[in-house]
C-alpha cells in the first residue's frame, strides 16, 4: 500500500514582525516556544489514551542545515452527530450525540518563522484547521502557502509534470468548465492537445510533477502533487530511504516552493 503524506506550508507573522519575546535577530528562539509547547502537552491517560488537545514529542533538531522544532499535534475531530437509543423511567428515548475522537499530526517549526503540517492519511486532514489555531494560540499568526494558477504555471514551466487540471474555463464556442489530463513526461515532442487547447483559457488549480532532488550526492526525481483546493501537497513518503531524508526534502521542497511563489 502506498504511503502518502498530506502537507500544508505557513508561514508566521514573526517572519515580517520579529516579536521580542520569541524572535531574535530575525530567528525564531526555538528553545521558548518549545517551552511554550510543553506547557500545552496534550493529557494521557495511564492507559495511553489521549484526554485533550495539545502538543507531544517535542523536538529540537536541525533539518537540512535549519533549526527546527518536531512535535506531534493532538487535534480535536468529528465524524459528525448520531442518534442513540435509551431507555429511561419506563420508555425509550433517542439521544443525539456528536462522535468525537482525537487525532494527530506532525508538525515541523523552522528557525525562519515556517511551519509545515503533516498527516498521515487523508481523512485526518479534515483537522488542518485546528491544527493551525493550535499553533495560533501560542502566539501567532499563520498564513498559508498559497498553490495558485501563477505558482502551478512557474513549476509547469520549470520541471516536468505528469498531469494537471485546468478550473474556471472561459473559452468561446466551449462549454467545458474543468478539464483534467495526464501526459508522458518523457515524451517531449508531442504536447498535450489539451494543453494547448485551455492554458489560455482557464486557471491551473492542480499539477504532478517531477522535483529534481539531490540526495547523497545522487540525483533523483520526486513526484510531489499539488492542488490549490486548501492549499494542498502530497508527497509519496516510499520514494525515499528513511524519515531523516524524507524530513530534509520537505524543507527543501518548501525552500523551492517559496521561490517559485
Not at 60 to 88: M, P, V
Not at 111 to 136: G, H, L, R, T, W
Not at 149 to 161: A, E, T, V
Not at 213 to 232: A, C, F, I, M, P
Amino acid at each position: 500500500m502506498t504511503s502518502y503524506r498530506y502537507l500544508y506550508m505557513y508561514k508566521l507573522n514573526t517572519a515580517e514582525q520579529p516579536d521580542l519575546f520569541f524572535s531574535e535577530d530575525f530567528k525564531l528562539k526555538l528553545e521558548v516556544i518549545a517551552e511554550k509547547m510543553e506547557e500545552n502537552r496534550a493529557p494521557i491517560n495511564t492507559n495511553g489514551r489521549v484526554e485533550g488537545e495539545g502538543f507531544g514529542k517535542i523536538e529540537l533538531l536541525t533539518i537540512a542545515d535549519k533549526h527546527c522544532i518536531r512535535s506531534i499535534c493532538i487535534s480535536l475531530s468529528s465524524l459528525g452527530n448520531y442518534n442513540e437509543a435509551f431507555f429511561q423511567q419506563g420508555d425509550f428515548i433517542t439521544e443525539r450525540k456528536q462522535h468525537k475522537y482525537y487525532t494527530k499530526s506532525t508538525l515541523i517549526l523552522t528557525e525562519d518563522s515556517e511551519v509545515i503540517i503533516m498527516f498521515d492519511n487523508s481523512i485526518e486532514e479534515k483537522a488542518k484547521s485546528k491544527v493551525k489555531a493550535q499553533i495560533e494560540q501560542l502566539g501567532f499568526e499563520a498564513t498559508s502557502l498559497q498553490i495558485n494558477d501563477p505558482l502551478i504555471r512557474n513549476i509547469k514551466d520549470k520541471y516536468p509534470w505528469r498531469a494537471a487540471t485546468f478550473n474556471k474555463i472561459v473559452k468561446h464556442g466551449d462549454n467545458t468548465r474543468r478539464v483534467s489530463f495526464e501526459i508522458d513526461p518523457a515524451n517531449d515532442q508531442d504536447r498535450s492537445l489539451i494543453d494547448d487547447q485551455y492554458r489560455e483559457h482557464g486557471e491551473l488549480a492542480h499539477i504532478k510533477f517531477e522535483l529534481p532532488y539531490n540526495s547523497n550526492g545522487v540525483e533523483t526525481y520526486k513526484t510531489v502533487t499539488l492542488y490549490s483546493n486548501g492549499n494542498r501537497i502530497v508527497v509519496n513518503e516510499e520514494e525515499f530511504s528513511d524519515p531523516q531524508n524524507f524530513n530534509e526534502f520537505i524543507i527543501y521542497l518548501m525552500k523551492q516552493l517559496q521561490s517559485l511563489s
